[in-house]
């Protein structure tokens, strides 16, 4: 893939898996680096680079102009608490925060209800008309940013569920089993058009969400400079 960055503002994308808020922030105008301990090669940002997230943050992330982290979040989900009861996940949300914070860098911690993040901003798939619900929480630092408005869902998430199957408007972009859809149904619920491999979807956020994060980001940043001058 390209490293071009032209004049674009640099982003890192920790955690970032196959990329979907790397998506989002490249059509927000960023240069995106992400960094996953685990190959990615799907991975649709500017580059790439295979590393432990926490340390090569602790190494560059000053080189940044923005930082979005997205650390795992198996120990915070309802699976985990309820089929993947008993199992023992790592909790990196703090010594992320604490990580980004000593380097001055505005950044977000992006989870799932229920992780131990401050709920700056909340996001949901029918914000943007996607077939998912999907609620997303923002931990946001160095920068404001207005929240939406959390629109009512329209319906149930269609599916099988305990033995009794339900229609609605959103897919369950998770699992393999109880009707969730074929890959091309999540794919087009979630915006993701780059990679056909149902793990590196049901991991990933909406690049419409980061979309929203990067330009209020940059809307921001523009505003300070402007009472700055």
Known sequence: MSTARADRPRLLDLFCCAGGAARGYQLAGFHVTGVDIAEQPNYCGDAFVRADAIEYAEAHAADFDFVHASPPCQDACSLTKGTNRGRTYPRLIAPTRDTLAATGV??????????????????????????????????????????????????????????????????????????????????????????????????????????????????????????AA
């Open 106 to 227: 505005p950044f977000v911690i992006e989870n799932v209800a229920g992780a131990e993040v401050r709920r700056d901003l909340r996001l949901c798939g029918e914000m943007f008309d996607l077939a998912v619900i999907r609620h997303r929480y923002f931990e946001i630092h160095g920068f404001t940013i207005t929240a939406l408005e959390h629109r009512p869902h329209r319906g149930r998430v269609a599916g099988m569920r305990h033995g009794e199957w339900f229609t609605g408007p959103y897919f369950a972009v998770y699992g393999d089993g109880g009707g969730k859809g074929t890959v091309a149904q999540w794919q087009a619920a979630m915006g993701i058009d780059w990679t056909d491999v149902r793990r590196e979807i049901a991991e990933a956020i909406p690049p419409a969400y980061t979309h929203l994060v990067g330009r209020q980001f940059l809307a921001d940043r523009s505003r300070s400079t402007a009472s």
